[in-house]
């Protein structure tokens, strides 16, 4: 297979995986104290809600998502561990999309872990792999650079012990 057809099929491969892995849900992971400096990946509105930031922050690529009221951040689970737990008493402020589902308090944050399919990390290998094969193509293109050297160095050889 050639190289160039070879990388079209992966990529594509790669798009088909990645839409595959989708977000399914979210798991509550409590109420901490502190925030998620993720200036660049956060929303606020009046349809905020657990789940609808869950999936907005999947959809970043970010694993955490955070809610307090009508704001919602996204973070990675170092941002997290930098969090302080707190208890969930303290978490009682009504989200703005669903007044039934608590979004933080003051200074406190409802956070939860997105869960999605296998096909996510799946695609991710694929990407690995891709990035392995590109590596290998380029290698290969360098081995057949040094044949012709070689060639053209016997030829030169040749020339000379004449």
């Known amino acids: ?26 798991t509550k992971k409590g109420c901490y104290k502190g925030t998620i400096d993720s200036k660049d990946v956060k929303i606020s509105g009046d349809d905020i809600t657990n ?18 009221g009508q704001d919602c951040g996204c973070g990675s689970e ?9 208890d969930d008493s303290s978490c009682t402020t009504p989200c703005a999309g669903n007044s039934k589902e608590m979004c933080g308090g003051v200074g406190f944050m409802s956070v939860w872990k997105a869960e999605g399919g296998k096909k996510r990390g799946m695609a991710e290998k694929l990407e690995e792999v891709n990035g392995r094969l590109r590596e290998l193509i380029a290698k290969r293109e360098m081995a057949e650079e040094m044949e012709e050297m070689e060639e053209q160095l ?4 040749a020339k000379l012990s004449r």
């Open 1 to 26: 297979m050639s190289r160039g057809l070879a990388l079209v099929v992966l990529l594509g491969l790669v798009g088909i995986i990645s839409a595959q892995g989708k977000w399914k849900a979210a």
């Open 51 to 68: 789940p609808g930031c869950s999936e907005y922050c999947w959809e970043q690529k970010k694993p955490y998502s955070a809610t307090t």
């Open 78 to 86: 170092d941002e997290i561990k930098k969090l302080d737990p707190a």
């Open 154 to 157: 016997r030829e030169l050889e």
